[in-house]
């Protein structure tokens, strides 16, 4: 399944971390407010429970927003009229910003494909968060992970509309635990890579929380 993408990169005049993407994603809310695509919530303030169309991530330094179905022409609307951002009450010159349009591929692979996570996956959700640290050794452990990645992938299949119809395989290669925060809130997340006999687009995020940037992933080179 060939897929439209627009990404949309911004250079702040701050040194910018992971956590900046949830202010990012909030400062936008607030301004195209009328755009639920942007914000992720219905007008009566509960969450829209889909996978986002619009995305917002720290790469390297950089803001990266990126949209795709009817979140392209939000991105454009947002490059064409964004002129800075308040970042924790502060104005944020934008020093440059790039467009680029691309077509990626999502869905069933022949051969396994290498990722990485660029920002930390939130894998746990308070239940599973129980069985993993009731799990003695990694073993069980990574099979629990291994479980809730192939969901995280058929959750974002069903929210596209893409039929899943072989089995999905997951290899994990040094998983590793780190610490983060949700919302002021400490959360346990994964940093690693994987192997997986599907295609996902670059950037796009897996797991919990992927709309403030969370479980980003790109493709490994090796």
Partial sequence: MKIEILLLKLELNKTLTSSDASKVRGFLGSL??????????????????RYPVVQYKII?????????????EIVKKIFDELKVIIIDGNWQDILAKSLYNYTDEFGTAADFIAYTFLTPWLALNEENYETYQKYGNWQKRRELLTKILI???????????????EPIS??????????????GTPMLGFLGNFQVNFAIPEYWGIGKSVARGFGTIGR???
């Fill in 32 to 49: 195209y407010r009328q755009h639920i695509e942007v914000h992720h919530h219905q007008p009566d303030g509960t969450l829209l429970y």
């Fill in 60 to 72: 390297q330094d950089n803001c990266v927003i990126i949209g795709f179905g009817a979140g392209i």
């Fill in 151 to 165: 969901g995280n992938i058929l959750s974002i299949a069903k929210g596209i509309n893409y039929t899943v119809t």
């Fill in 170 to 183: 997951v290899k994990f290669d040094h998983l590793r635990e780190t610490r983060t925060t949700l919302k």
């Fill in 220 to 222: 490994c080179s090796w």
